[in-house]
């Protein structure tokens, strides 16, 4: 799911996912889904067998027809008598089985002729989704599998830019969907650099062979290297505005062993902030998780195996206050190792650190990098993303 929403937004298109934090078959989570369909032009509906069987699922579409979206099935596993629900017989499909480059491609292509033969879309303006203040937080997962299922995502209507300039006129802020970024793959320049001497002097006390595979000090707001779900890129710095679905920023690019990130942040008095790398689905069995929860001036060990929150919490002297600078550090280390630091860069020595070797379920991970706030805002600099031979 995340990698066809990723190809959709790299072609210009602004995508709304329900998240995860709202837990499936309460009043929020189906007010979030309504709202998300009611603003949309269309609906991408994943299909599988699990998705077939989801009476979630069935609804969704329902509540999209009676609202006249356009449905677009993508066919991600089983077949034609496994994975379509009769409400969508009669819709061709995109393909995405065997040669998942064409399906998308082909799935793109359809929208954008939907949109440009429904070109009068407009959203409802009680329904409409009006944009925060800028303050400085951050948003959430965008995504969320239903009971472990397949979702739809919802496809908003002021999508790929040539199509924006020709079919819609202007609307006011109130008027606009959440945005989100474009999403592009580390160009060359940017491989393989080496880490700056402060930076390196710290991080090298804990990893070997430290070097920088990408970066991103915000000062352009289409960087198109993070998946912006509530936030803001302005004056140098992401801003994420915390509410309570906790919505997030997420990096694009997903992290192996031997991989991590550095970052700079500044969180308001009342934030409750979480950092942290994850795999699969919040709840699941399978969903793994390791970072930090930071509310109250503390650093709470934020790390889930098997859907149960656990792990101890950090050491060192470094007392965290609200409206100052600080940096983290978190890296999947080989052997199913995990370790974050978060120091002041201003006195490197008052340092919180916490490291752990995890069971055998932690090896060969694709981890995503998630930022994301429940209250008060947290302003993002100075982005790196690093990959290092080893630990000390």
């Known amino acids: 799911m995340r990698k066809v929403a990723s190809f959709l937004r790299d072609q210009g298109f602004q995508i709304w996912v329900d998240d995860e934090r709202l837990m499936p078959g309460t009043p929020e989570w189906e007010e979030s889904i309504e709202n998300g369909i009611k603003q949309s032009i269309a609906v991408v509906v994943l299909l599988s067998p699990d998705s077939k069987e989801s009476d979630w699922v069935r609804r969704e579409i329902t509540y999209a027809d009676q ?30 089985r065997k040669n998942e480059d064409a399906g998308l491609t082909s799935l793109a292509s359809a929208i954008k002729r939907y949109i440009g033969a429904n070109a009068s879309f407009s959203t409802p303006e009680a329904e409409t989704i009006s944009k925060p203040s800028i303050q400085r937080k951050m948003p959430s997962r965008s995504w969320m599998l239903v009971g472990g299922i397949i979702l739809a995502l919802f496809v908003f209507g002021a999508l790929a830019t040539w199509i924006s300039d020709r079919i819609y006129a202007p609307q006011s802020p109130a008027d606009q969907a959440p945005h989100a970024t474009e999403i592009v793959e580390p160009t060359d320049s940017t491989e393989s650099l080496p880490l700056s001497s402060t930076v390196s002097e710290f991080i090298s006390t804990y990893l070997i062979d430290a070097i920088i595979t990408d970066t991103d000090s915000f000062d352009t707001p289409e960087t198109g290297k993070w998946n912006i779900i509530n936030g803001t890129v302005e004056n140098g710095m992401l801003t994420i505005l915390g509410n309570a679905n906790y919505d997030c920023v997420f990096y694009s690019q997903t992290f192996s062993a031997g991989q991590g990130a550095v970052i700079d942040f500044i969180y308001s008095e009342d934030a409750a902030v979480e950092f942290f790398l994850d795999e699969g689905l919040f709840g699941d069995e399978s969903y793994r998780r390791f970072g930090v929860y930071i509310e109250a001036g503390r650093a709470h060990v934020n790390e889930y195996g098997g859907g149960n929150k656990d792990g101890s919490g950090f050491s060192g002297s470094l007392v965290l206050k609200p409206e100052t600078t600080y940096s983290i550090l978190i890296a999947y280390l ?6 974050q630091v978060i120091w002041d860069p201003s006195d490197p020595s008052e340092t919180l650190s916490y490291r752990e070797t995890m069971d055998s379920s932690w090896f060969d991970l694709a981890l995503t990098y998630f930022v994301q706030a429940g209250s008060g805002t947290v302003q993002l600099d100075n982005f790196l993303a690093i990959q290092f031979s080893g630990a000390r």
């Open 67 to 96: 609202f006249d979206k356009g449905i677009f099935p993508a066919l991600l596993r089983g077949d034609k008598e496994t994975s379509l629900p009769l409400r969508l017989v009669t819709h061709q499909y995109a393909d995405l």
């Open 334 to 339: 080989p052997d199913a190792e995990l370790l």
